[in-house]
């Protein structure tokens, strides 16, 4: 089982790269799913997650307005579309899977790589 992020790069202020999770097995479609990032010299932190449906989200405050996450069930992948990029969201951004739609990190069983977002000032 794997989850595979990409998208990440380095992105002027005010960008808007588009993350992508792709999970190896069908079986993600019934899966919520999560982004959380991890700036240098800091913990893990929530992002965005939705439900199975993509019927029902979470936001971090730091986020709210300026992300958006959405799922393709046919295709099994998740995206978070990042507006209006700031200095502060450089980070490794991760993809998880969890049983419940959740801002919870313990909560997420199965994790992807990361991918490296750097935002120029």
């Known amino acids: 089982v794997q989850l595979q992020a990409s998208g990440g790069g380095l992105v002027q202020t005010g960008g808007s790269p588009r993350l992508s999770c792709a999970a190896s097995?069908?079986?993600?479609?019934?899966?919520?799913w999560g982004w959380f990032r991890q700036a240098p010299g800091k913990e893990r932190e929530f992002v965005a997650a939705?439900?199975?449906?993509?019927?029902?989200?979470l936001y971090a405050n730091s986020v709210k307005g300026r992300f958006t996450i959405s799922r393709d069930t046919a295709k099994n992948t998740v995206a978070l579309q990042m507006n209006s990029l700031r200095p502060e969201d450089t980070a490794v951004y991760y993809c998880?899977?969890?049983?419940?739609?959740?801002?919870?990190?313990?909560?997420?069983?199965?994790w992807g790589q990361g991918t490296l977002v750097t935002v120029s000032s």
């Open positions: 097995e069908r079986t993600f479609s019934a899966y919520g």
């Open positions: 998880a899977a969890s049983v419940v739609v959740t801002a919870t990190a313990h909560e997420y069983n199965y």
């Open positions: 939705i439900d199975w449906s993509g019927g029902n989200t």
